[in-house]
T-cell receptor, first 114, second 115 residues
Framework: DAKTTQPTSMDCAEGRAANLPCNHSTISGNEYVYWYRQIHSQGPQYIIHGLKNNETNEMASLIITEDRKSSTLILPHATLRDTAVYYCIVRVGPGGTSYGKLTFGQGTILTVHP | GAVVSQHPSWVICKSGTSVKIECRSLDFQATTMFWYRQFPKQSLMLMATSNEGSKATYEQGVEKDKFLINHASLTLSTLTVTSAHPEDSSFYIC???????????FGEGSRLTVL
């Protein structure tokens, strides 16, 4: 799996947008960018994933640079409940035979404060 | 949405005893399940890959005789920590890969404390 680099921690004010960066300069052409988050003492929660186009769902937006070497997860209006560890993972897509074996880095600890 | 349930959510046991943790896919069939371990303030580490009807594949450094994995059906995988010791205290998390969709879903985790 391509290695990812994320800042150790970030702060965000409640109601503001949280922009979490991720570098994945060695990503391969068939690898997707996945984002998960883990709230304290819970299992990881899927947020969003993308290949090369920007993606948006009800939770977040994912912006992938044209060269695909980095991406940004955007939580448009952060709430206190968004405080969690956010993991950026580069993996083959759901059809890949090795899909599912995720390599988690240290992630970014996002703290949303009032 | 798809749900993966783990049981128990937390367990406390005495050193030397064995503990079984279940991972169930509630509304889908999972041919493959994955077991992770997470120590405090650390990230998740993959322990093993569990395939229905076959032996589990363990990651390097994980003792297969200590962490017994059984995947007897398309909806259930179990992890048994044998002869548990305090250093086995950890947060154990499973994930399941949908047989049809190929998507991946995580359980809520099981916290093991060995006294």
């Amino acid at each position: 799996d391509a290695k990812t680099t994320q800042p150790t921690s970030m702060d965000c004010a409640e109601g503001r947008a949280a922009n979490l960066p991720c570098n994945h300069s060695t990503i391969s052409g068939n690898e997707y960018v996945y984002w998960y988050r883990q709230i304290h003492s819970q299992g990881p929660q899927y947020i969003i994933h993308g290949l090369k186009n920007n993606e948006t769902n009800e939770m977040a937006s994912l912006i992938i640079t044209e060269d695909r070497k980095s991406s940004t997860l955007i939580l448009p209006h952060a709430t206190l409940r968004d405080t969690a560890v956010y993991y950026c993972i580069v993996r083959v897509g759901p059809g890949g035979t090795s899909y599912g074996k995720l390599t988690f880095g240290q992630g970014t600890i996002l703290t949303v404060h009032p | 949405g798809a749900v993966v349930s783990q049981h128990p959510s937390w367990v406390i046991c005495k050193s030397g005893t064995s503990v079984k943790i279940e991972c169930r896919s509630l509304d889908f069939q999972a041919t493959t399940m994955f077991w992770y371990r997470q120590f405090p303030k650390q990230s998740l580490m993959l322990m093993a890959t569990s395939n229905e009807g076959s032996k589990a594949t363990y990651e390097q450094g994980v003792e297969k005789d200590k962490f017994l994995i059984n995947h007897a059906s398309l909806t259930l995988s179990t992890l048994t920590v044998t002869s548990a010791h305090p250093e086995d205290s950890s947060f154990y998390i499973c994930s399941a890969r949908g047989r049809l969709s190929g998507e991946l879903f995580f359980g809520e985790g099981s916290r093991l404390t060995v006294l």
